[in-house]
């Protein structure tokens, strides 16, 4: 598949028969794209490069300099090569000319005798097209030998080797978990050089990088490489179309995946349950292929935040597979769990304890921008440091999840570790007894609000949430200091000038969070 024209592929038409290489024969294997005929010095956007110009030098056959300027911004452009015609308006290339583009391997053809640059023209862009026409077929018949093969056993092997064999030039597979496969296969020293090579040469025309992403995420890297021949528009589309092939591989051996281990469902209903000891979920866990000692784990709910809105449990396998690709590069072993109401991830902590709450914090922060996902509710139960007692972080999870529907976006945090105050409030199940607790601390202010029209309440809740700052409640409710100084001399009114006091303060705090979570008005 080696379709690229070359200088040297041009010179060997009829056309250049009488052709003379004047300087430069050290760049013939520049790439030729297109042909095009230039009598001007001002080149500006005219150029797009691997261009090949003919000329009679009518613009600069008077001025060496400006012939000067003209070839070393060709050169600068990437043209493919300079053609000239003698005689009818230059009579010869001056020798500065000449030493420029030999010293730059830039070709510079000339034509002793009158030549017709339309039958040029059209000769060589009927062999480009031609060229052109030919790649494609060649394309659509590798497109169609991928299809086959990701139909076989094996497809990944058999794709690398494909490609392989279609352009004769090393070929890299590089996964997400740094595992490198090589066609041909090197050595180990043979592959950190190529590897180092490959660092060295990613800015220039001697290799492609072809990432593989799978559902928005990156998974692997496709990578081609010559270290003598430069990489063309054919290798470019190879390498693209490979790299789909893989993308869709590594899709279905995900699905795969997935659906095998819907199939530990009832293992993992038991395991949250806490009917499992903790020497058999070792063992389940080593049999699953999990590696490396856990620190711990906890358990992540899953909710959608409107059913009705055409989200489906069709999407759990996606959500499964999404949420396994963010958690997993964090730290963390991911065994999902299907609900008829929701999801449930097992998190087991692979890093140190440390950092667990930042990294869970930055997965859900990943969740939630991720725009292909529906509108979820998430929170994560207690971290536990006995596999078996995953039951108790199941609870909380639970417990947080309900929360999390309960409040406005944004008033608690998922983790139920950070819940604090509702953690208790939660705990209440007596709905009347947080009523009238709400009421002994709260009426006055509820209703003065309902008879004024007035937000006495919020003005409350973010004071109480500055930790009595009034700089910044006067920020956060943008009012100014003297509009503040006024509702707090009427809540100092209604509820007593004692309302900021310790005790009172938290039991004050503790109603309005109440309130909040009951949805009152």
Not at 270 to 288: F, Q, T
Request: proline content about 3%; aromatic content about 8%.
């Amino acid at each position: 598949m080696h379709l690229n024209i070359t200088m040297n592929d041009v010179l060997k038409r009829n056309t250049f028969s009488k052709a003379k290489i004047a300087a430069g024969s050290k760049g013939l294997n520049r790439l030729v794209k297109w042909v095009h005929v230039m009598e001007v010095t001002q080149i500006g956007n005219l150029l797009n490069g691997n261009e090949l110009i003919l000329s009679t030098g009518m613009a600069w056959k008077d001025n060496e300099q400006v012939f000067l300027s003209f070839v070393l911004e060709l050169i600068e452009l990437n043209v493919s090569g300079l053609c000239i015609e003698l005689g009818t308006q230059l009579s010869a290339v001056p020798s500065c000319i000449l030493e420029t583009a030999e010293k730059h391997g830039f070709p510079i053809i000339l034509f002793e005798e009158e030549v017709r640059f339309i039958d040029i023209t059209q000769d060589l862009h009927t062999y480009l097209i031609q060229q052109h026409y030919e790649m494609i077929t060649k394309l659509e018949s590798f497109s169609q030998a991928l299809n086959q093969i990701l139909l076989s056993p094996n497809p990944q092997e058999n794709i690398l080797n494909l490609l392989h064999n279609s352009i004769n030039m090393q070929v890299v597979f590089i996964h997400s978990q740094k595992n490198v496969t090589l066609v041909p296969a090197l050595d180990s020293s043979e592959q950190e050089n190529l590897l180092v090579f490959i660092e060295q040469e990613q800015e220039t025309s001697f290799v492609v990088r072809q990432p593989i992403q799978v559902l928005d995420h990156p998974f692997a890297e496709l990578i081609l490489c010559s270290k003598d021949r430069p990489m063309t528009d054919l290798h470019v589309l190879l390498a693209d179309r490979t790299a789909t092939a893989l993308a869709n591989q590594l899709l279905r051996e995900m699905y795969a995946a997935e659906k095998k281990r819907a199939e530990e469902n009832t293992w993992m209903q038991e395991w949250l349950e806490g009917r499992h000891r903790d020497d058999e979920i070792e063992k389940h866990l080593s049999y699953l292929g999990m590696k490396g000692r856990h620190q711990g784990a906890s358990v992540f709910c899953v909710e959608m935040e409107n059913r009705e809105a055409g989200v489906s449990e069709t999407q759990y396998p996606y959500i499964q597979i999404v949420i396994r690709s963010i958690f997993e590069p964090l730290g963390f072993y991911i065994l999902p769990y299907v609900k008829s109401d929701h999801l449930i991830f097992i998190l087991i902590n692979l890093r140190e304890v440390m950092s667990y709450k930042e990294r869970v914090r930055q997965g859900i922060l990943l969740a939630r921008e991720n725009q292909k996902l529906p509108s979820l509710f998430m929170a994560v139960g207690k971290r536990i440091n006995r596999l078996g007692a995953l039951d108790k972080s199941y609870n909380t999870a639970l417990n947080a999840l309900m929360v999390q529907t309960k409040l406005p976006n944004g008033k608690s945090s998922p983790l139920y570790d950070d819940l604090h105050m509702y953690r208790l409030i939660s705990m209440i199940q007596d709905k009347h007894e947080l009523e009238d607790f709400i009421q002994d601390y709260l009426r006055p202010v509820i209703e003065y609000d309902a008879k004024n029209n007035t937000r006495l309440l919020t003005t409350l809740k973010v004071f109480l949430m500055c930790g009595g700052s009034k700089q910044e409640t006067a920020g956060q409710l943008y009012i100014v200091r003297q509009t503040l100084y006024h509702r707090i001399k009427q809540l100092e009114e209604l509820l007593g000038k004692d309302f900021m006091e310790p005790g009172k303060r938290q039991a004050v705090e503790f109603a309005a969070m109440a309130h909040e979570y009951l949805e009152l008005p």
